[in-house]
C-alpha cells in the first residue's frame, strides 16, 4: 500500500485564489511527522510546511496552511492568495516515528503539478 | 554556508561507463541522504549516513551504487556500469540528527540529472 497519496497529477488555479492540494497517508505508528515540499523547473526541493501526528493546531507558514484531519489521515496543503511564482511540483511526505527517533527516513508521493494562471 | 550542494547539475554518459556525484551538505548538518526521483515520480530513498557512517541502504542500492562521506563533510555517489535505467534526478539533502531543531525535516540540494544514453 502507498504510504502517501496525492490523487491530483495538476492542478489549475487563477492567480490571487486559494487552492487545495490533497494527501493522504497511512501508517501504524502513532507518532509521524508530515511534510510540504515544492519543487520548481530548477529541481530543488523546498521546504514549505510541517505537522507533527501530536500537533494539536494546524501548521500555518504565511500563505501556506496545512489541513491536519488525523482520523481522515488527510494533509491538504491549503495556497491562499496564489501567486505565478507558486507554479511547480508539490510534494507531500511523511516521516515515520517520532522526530527524536534515530533514523529520519522521509518517504515522498508522487506530487501535484499546479499551474497558477495570470 | 547558503545551502546543500551538488555537482554536476547534470550529466550525459553512455552506457556501462561510470559516474560520481558530489553532494556539499550545509556545514553544521551531521546527517546526509541521498534519493533518486525519476520522471513522475516523488524522490525515492537511497541511502543516508551520519557523520561518516552509512546507517541505511535501501534495496534500490544495487551493488553497481556505492556512496560514502570519508569525512563526514561531503559525500560521493558512483554508480559504475551505468544502465538506462539509472536515468533520473539523483537528489542530495542534509539535517541536523533528530531533535536538534525544527522543523525535523531536509535541506535539499538542486540535485544531479544523470541521462544515461
Known amino acids: 500500500a502507498q504510504k502517501i497519496t496525492q490523487t491530483q497529477p495538476g492542478m489549475f488555479v487563477q492567480e490571487k485564489e486559494a487552492v487545495t492540494l490533497d494527501c493522504t497517508y497511512d501508517?501504524?505508528?502513532?507518532?509521524?511527522?508530515l511534510f510540504w515540499y515544492k519543487q520548481p523547473s530548477s529541481g530543488e526541493m523546498i521546504f514549505l510546511i510541517y505537522?507533527?501526528?501530536?500537533?494539536?493546531q494546524n501548521a500555518t507558514e504565511g500563505r501556506y496552511s496545512l489541513n491536519f484531519q488525523k482520523a481522515r489521515k488527510s494533509a491538504n496543503l491549503v495556497i491562499s492568495a496564489s501567486q505565478l511564482g507558486d507554479s511547480a511540483m508539490y510534494f507531500c511526505?511523511?516521516?515515520?516515528?517520532?522526530?527524536?527517533?534515530?533514523?529520519?527516513?522521509?518517504?515522498f508521493g508522487t506530487g501535484t503539478k499546479l499551474q497558477v494562471i495570470p | 554556508d547558503t545551502g546543500v550542494s551538488q555537482d554536476p547539475r547534470h550529466k550525459i554518459t553512455k552506457r556501462g561507463q561510470n559516474v560520481t556525484f558530489r553532494c556539499d551538505p550545509i556545514?553544521?548538518?551531521?546527517?546526509l541522504y541521498w534519493y533518486r526521483q525519476t520522471l513522475g515520480q516523488g524522490p525515492e530513498f537511497l541511502t543516508y549516513?551520519?557523520?561518516?557512517?552509512?546507517?541505511?541502504k535501501s534495496r534500490l542500492l544495487s551493488d553497481r551504487f556505492s556512496a560514502e562521506r570519508p569525512k563526514g563533510s561531503f559525500s560521493t555517489l558512483e554508480i559504475q556500469r551505468t544502465e538506462q535505467g539509472d536515468s533520473a534526478m539523483y537528489l542530495c539533502?542534509?539535517?541536523?540528527?533528530?531533535?536538534?531543531?525544527?522543523?525535523?525535516?531536509?535541506?535539499f540540494g538542486s540535485g544531479t540529472r544523470l541521462t544515461v544514453v
Open positions: 549516513f551520519q557523520n561518516e557512517a552509512q546507517l541505511e
Open positions: 539533502a542534509s539535517s541536523l540528527a533528530a531533535g536538534q531543531g525544527y522543523p525535523y525535516g531536509y535541506t
Open positions: 556545514s553544521e548538518h551531521n546527517r
Open positions: 511526505a511523511m516521516r515515520e516515528g517520532p522526530p527524536s527517533g534515530g533514523y529520519q527516513k522521509v518517504t
Open positions: 501508517t501504524s505508528d502513532p507518532s509521524y511527522g
Open positions: 505537522q507533527g501526528s501530536y500537533d494539536q
